[in-house]
């Protein structure tokens, strides 16, 4: 049935304390079972069951907000909050990153994070400041030794009784994306956690190149779920009332341009007049607020973070719930049946299990041997690739360097205070320039293989892993209650699959990242292949300037251009693109090979999180056989257990531990996911 989109966020969030209920009783159970203290090695369900009750109280759906200077961005983030509160001028005067969190009227408050020494008083800590006093303090006015614009400050966070955040909405209202640095910044940080982007273009410049250039990158780096916001649209219809452009005419061109960038289709393309929305809202005009456009993007906005994002949210993490669950069901008659069990009985049973257990760690050791050879095979394929590209590369940039028109003023004769702005402002398009043509090169050339073959390392290692798991579960039940099990029993046990049972846990806990983990408990190390891919894509990107020195580049360019003589302007410009198109592109030949050992470390680091986790995952299978028993005969040689004392307390865990698997089962059924 269709819900009425008013109850969305109420809905998610019943939903989701529904899930936290369960989550906590279940960390409970595993908590007193002393699960991760019994088991020395491998991944720990405590941590993990513990990190999805965390994850339950205090993650937020959150969105960005991105776009060029003078995209509208700041009058649109005040037409949302109803108040004239962030500057609104066609230079860039905010140049923070500012996060907006709900809080009622009384405790908002506006806390701002200075950069080192810019603080009160030359201090680092954050501070609170009055709301009013806010434009003052944002403003950029600083420059920085060499000349350049900067904000005091890297982050402001404010409170403020905003609507749309008043549900666990986390607004991200980023710097503009004219600055690589910035934006590479933003997208470093938020590229793993933000479910929603809302890419602002000016309806006079809407899809130019260099929004399509960034638009592109953003993809490729996993932000696929965007939406187009049109600012200004008030021009657009004031030219239709003249009979220039139909808005008709105007979205159709919009559209046929912007919906292949987005997985919403036309559905992510809204237009605005965020000046009208404020107005309207200041003036509490319900009528402007409507035709403004600003409350259809926030009720799109909400259908699709709660009715997608939230529900992928959900579904991740009662996926690793009922893995938990399912860890904690294996646990426990395991452990009734060893209790119940005499000790000769069980020490005779321990005994005969050291020669197999002996074997599965020669298994454990050869498996991660093969996946310590596949990794180191990928990573050089990966230097291969990457060193024919960054050969080639440095021979592009001289003709992108050619074709940018400059946009900043100059004058002659060229003096240092007048160039560094506009070789700074050709150096950022070539880093844009190099930035898209590298994701496209990674998209289309080396995430395939990359993907290729961390499918062949689960296809080599597919038999080993299950006749590993098998033997796990066969010596567990010889252990416990002496009794052989088949292949056919075995495969009657509820279980995730192989790869989610073996890696999905412990990347979880390496990573911090459950949705990547979550989806590989159930689907396995196949579905978390396309993550991976893209953070190897994004470090690449994000890493490639990191090896670069721009300043010495500017200051050559610089003297070189001081040094020469120009007729004109034109002479002058062409002069510049020239001499930085040249030094970029020597540099990179120059370091053509470090680049090409960046993407192999890239390779390599992020396939190594597999293999930890696969070493982990296998190492845990082993110690949850081992530590269990050895831990029943300590303390019986002790005298500290209360064998039937133990078995009642075990025997109560046992129906609340099904109980929750009850609930979970039928979430599942109601998620269609049964």
């Not at 109420?10 to 989550?23: G, T």
């Not at 595993?30 to 994850?55: A, F, M």
């Not at 009058?75 to 066609?90: D, E, R, W």
Request: contains cysteine.
């Amino acid at each position: 049935m269709q819900v009425q989109n008013s109850n969305l966020y109420e809905i998610y969030n019943q939903r989701r304390d529904e899930l936290l209920e369960l989550a906590v009783k279940q960390a409970q159970i595993v908590n007193e079972l002393k699960i991760d203290d019994i088991q020395t090695k491998g991944t720990k369900q405590g941590e993990i069951i513990n990190g999805l009750v965390s994850r339950l109280k205090t993650d937020k759906l959150r969105v960005l907000v991105v776009g060029r200077f003078s995209a509208g961005k700041s009058t649109f983030i005040n037409a949302l909050l109803g108040q004239k509160l962030l500057p609104s001028t066609p230079a860039p005067t905010t140049g923070v990153l500012c996060k907006i969190n709900y809080s009622s009227e009384q405790d908002k408050k506006v806390t701002l994070y200075p950069k080192k020494g810019m603080g009160l008083n030359g201090e680092d800590e954050p501070f609170d400041i009055e709301v009013n006093q806010l434009e003052s303090y944002i403003k950029i006015d600083h420059f920085n030794e060499d000349d350049e614009v900067t904000s005091r400050y890297k982050l402001m966070e404010l409170e403020w009784p905003l609507e749309l955040c008043a549900n666990g909405v986390e607004l991200i209202d980023s710097v503009g994306l004219d600055d690589p640095d910035s934006r590479d910044e933003i997208t470093l940080a938020y590229a793993k956690s933000v479910d929603a982007v809302l890419y602002l273009m000016k309806s006079q410049d809407t899809a130019s190149k260099k929004d399509l250039d960034t638009i592109k990158l953003l993809r490729t780096l996993g932000y696929e779920s965007l939406f187009f916001i049109i600012t200004y649209y008030d021009h657009i219809k004031e030219s239709a009332l003249w009979g220039e452009m139909s808005e008709a005419e105007f979205q159709k061109g919009v559209e046929r341009n912007l919906t292949e960038f987005t997985e919403l289709g036309y559905r992510g393309i809204k237009y605005v007049d965020s000046r009208s929305g404020l107005m309207g809202r200041m003036k509490r005009d319900y009528q402007m607020i409507a035709d403004s456009g600003i409350e259809d993007i926030e009720k799109s906005l909400e259908s699709f973070l709660v009715e997608q994002k939230g529900k992928a949210k959900l579904v991740t993490t009662l996926r690793s719930l009922r893995s938990v669950n399912r860890a904690a069901r294996q646990v426990i008659p395991s452990r009734i049946a060893m209790l119940q069990t005499s000790n000769e009985e069980l020490e005779k049973r321990y005994e005969e299990a050291k020669v197999p257990l002996a074997n599965l760690e020669m298994k454990r050791q050869l498996m991660i041997s093969k996946f310590d050879s596949a990794i180191y095979d990928i990573a050089r394929e990966a230097y291969d690739l990457a060193d024919a590209y960054f050969q080639d590369l440095p021979n592009k940039i001289p003709a992108w360097a050619k074709e940018y028109k400059i946009e900043s003023g100059l004058g002659i004769p060229p003096r240092q205070k007048t160039l560094e702005p506009v070789v700074r402002e050709v150096l950022n398009h070539l880093k844009n320039k190099i930035e898209s043509n590298t994701a496209e090169w990674a998209t289309d050339e080396l995430s395939p293989i990359v993907e290729t073959r961390i499918q062949e390392v689960q296809n080599n290692l597919e038999s080993e892993a299950r006749e590993f798991l098998k033997s796990v579960d066969r010596l567990r039940v010889n252990i416990s209650i002496g009794n052989q099990l088949s292949d056919e029993d075995l495969a009657k046990q509820k279980r995730p699959t192989v790869w989610g049972r073996l890696i999905a846990g412990g990347y979880t806990l390496m990573t911090g990242d459950f949705v990547t983990g979550g989806a590989g408990m159930v689907m396995g190390l196949k579905a978390m292949a396309n993550t991976i891919v893209i953070q190897i894509i994004a470090g690449i990107i994000l890493g490639i300037f990191g090896l670069i020195n721009p300043i010495a580049i500017i200051s050559a360019a610089i003297a070189s251009i001081i040094a020469g003589n120009f007729l004109n302007i034109l002479s002058l410009k062409g002069a510049i693109k020239k001499n930085i198109g040249n030094k970029l592109s020597e540099e990179l030949t120059s370091r053509r090979r470090d680049l090409a050992k960046e993407v192999e470390k890239k390779v390599k680091d992020n396939l190594m999180e597999l293999r930890n986790a696969l070493d982990q995952g296998l190492a845990g299978e082993i110690s949850s056989v081992k530590d269990e028993v050895e831990k029943i005969l300590e303390e019986r040689r002790k005298g500290k257990l209360d064998t039937k004392k133990e078995i009642q307390k075990l025997r109560r865990f046992e129906d609340s531990n099904l109980d929750i698997d009850n609930q979970l089962e039928t979430l599942m059924y109601e998620a269609g996911l049964s």
